[in-house]
């Protein structure tokens, strides 16, 4: 059983005395003290059990025993860099390579997503002899300097100089609030021409091409699947002008889709990219990811004379580790599982959907899916506040989930692996029960007033309360008149920790104000940028 060195109180002032400011956490007027977790449940200090709905890194579940065998197995004999030979790195490498199209067959070894992007630019730069950078808008690639730099999710936060002039910015192929919808005859080729009309521009300045960076499917942009062949057609365009194309399969891969094993797989078996990266769930927690190219790009990359040397990347840990998380994915049939458990998902959402006019769009494959929350389903307007209060009422149900999207308004769900039916269906019966608080205390349907894209999150509990939150109307939600105003705080993800993830374009960006009140006190919204 887990312990406690200090109590909450104590390990909140500690933390707010050692820990630097920009590191957040989760319900941040009122945190989770979390000490232990199994499977796909948590348990904080007094031993309440909370239903994991967002945690994708855990993929095989919390604390398996199978992962936790191999890391202390392998501990007890040896833990060194991959300067020695050891099977347990060539082994990985054999049997992740087998995964993915034969193209792809060479490893490198390192310890996060932002790690494995950053080599990735590497390699592509080293490969093509040139610089620029294409990326999605909303897209998030890690937190170093680097891959920040190609992350429309953070420099728009920057005040001023965030978007570098190497980096070209394509829009989103979100065919539910996009440019090119649902009712397009073609939205992958028309996105992909949008990716082509950004390079020929760029060419006429002298610029030229590295790479076409994407997640298979974006997760901090909202939970977006691009259409089928829109990845085809980028490719066709970048390798035109000598680049290459990286696929992101931090946050999606290893099975998550159900159908395939990548999610770069749902684009058709014509589609190859040129490096994959991987991350958060290849080692159920512990820190490794992989880097995985061709021949010919690995060859040039190493042709620039520069050894390639990472400490911990590779060590034989790790790969016990990884290896473990790759035999649970096959003996328990994770991949089925998120197809089963995934598609009933789905259904119980879309029939919550022919129910509550507040969601616009239910999206997903496997065990990724997102909830789009709208105000109104013909304008498609953000319904930010709500999204946030169902966020926090369901914290009340001892479920966790959270929002992500430019505007905030969509519930992503990427759960560990494990997650039953029951846990689908327990879900889905507390989100209808809120869904419907919120209609009946509105009296009337939500409101089309628009709230404006802003800066973080709205907290519905206080700090030290141990007290339900009041269920607070649509028509408080959506109060502007509110005069004590106070930091607005999220369920902030993995993946945005400074809690300043909402942005928008420049045109979408307004300077309306959002707020709304509960009984415990006034919460105030501030606009994110003009």
Request: proline share 5%; with cysteine.
């Amino acid at each position: 059983m887990a312990t406690e060195l200090f109590s909450k109180q104590q390990t909140i002032q500690l933390r707010h005395k050692h820990i630097g400011p920009s590191c957040k956490v989760f319900y941040s007027k009122d945190p989770l003290k979390i000490i232990r977790a199994q499977g796909q449940y948590m348990y904080d200090e007094n031993g309440t059990q909370f239903l994991d709905c967002i945690n994708n890194v855990a993929h095989v579940g919390h604390c398996h025993p199978d992962v936790v065998q191999a890391a202390v197995k392998q501990m007890e004999l040896l833990n060194t860099n991959s300067r020695f030979l050891h099977d347990n790195l060539i082994q990985y490498a054999k049997q992740i390579t087998a995964t993915l199209p034969q193209e792809l067959s060479v490893c490198y070894f390192v310890n996060s997503g932002s790690e494995a992007n950053d080599l990735a630019l590497r390699l592509a730069r080293q490969y093509t002899g040139h610089h620029d950078i294409i990326t999605l808008d909303h897209a998030y690639h890690g937190h170093i300097t680097s891959l920040m730099d190609i992350s429309p999710y953070k420099f728009y936060e920057l005040r001023a100089g965030g978007q570098k002039e190497f980096v070209h910015v394509a829009p989103s192929p979100d065919t539910y609030r996009g440019k090119y919808r649902e009712d397009h005859p073609d939205p992958a080729s028309a996105y992909a021409d949008e990716v082509n009309l950004l390079i020929q521009e760029a060419r006429k300045k002298g610029r030229k091409m590295a790479a076409f960076i994407a997640e298979s499917m974006q997760s901090c942009g909202g939970q977006i699947i691009p259409p089928p062949g829109y990845f085809q057609k980028v490719a066709e365009y970048v390798h035109n002008v000598g680049g290459v194309f990286i696929v992101d399969e931090v946050q999606v891969g290893f099975g998550r889709v159900g159908k395939h094993f990548w999610a770069f797989q749902l684009q058709g078996e014509d589609f190859v990219p040129d490096i994959v990266t991987m991350g958060k769930p290849i080692g159920n927690g512990h820190p490794m990811s992989c880097v995985v190219t061709t021949k010919e790009i690995a060859e040039a990359f190493g042709a620039s004379g520069l050894e390639y040397f990472n400490t911990f990347g590779g060590n034989p840990v790790s790969c016990a580790i990884g290896l473990a998380v790759l035999n649970i994915i096959e003996k328990e049939d994770l991949r089925g599982n998120a197809t089963s458990v995934g598609n009933y998902l789905m259904n119980l959402l879309k029939e919550q959907q022919a129910k509550h006019q507040l969601i616009g769009d239910v999206r997903g494959v496997g065990l990724f899916i997102g909830i789009d929350l709208v105000k109104d389903r013909k304008k498609r307007i953000p319904a930010k506040a709500e999204a946030q209060y169902v966020i926090y009422r369901l914290k009340e149900e001892k479920i966790l989930l959270s929002t992500d999207g430019p505007h905030r308004n969509v519930l992503k769900f990427k759960p560990p692996m494990c997650f039953t039916m029951e846990n689908a269906k327990f879900l889905v019966e507390n989100i209808d029960k809120i869904l419907s608080d919120l209609e009946k205390g509105a009296r009337v349907a939500v409101p089309n007033e628009q709230l404006k894209p802003v800066e973080n999150g709205i907290p519905l509990t206080l700090g030290g309360t141990k007290r339900k939150t009041p269920h607070a109307s649509v028509s408080e939600l959506n109060d502007s008149s509110i005069s004590k105003p106070c930091h607005p705080e999220a369920l902030q993800s993995e993946e945005s920790p400074d809690g300043k993830s909402s942005h928008c374009n420049k045109i979408a960006c307004g300077e309306q104000q959002g707020s709304y009140q509960s009984e415990t006190g006034a919460v105030s919204c501030k606009r994110f940028r003009t």
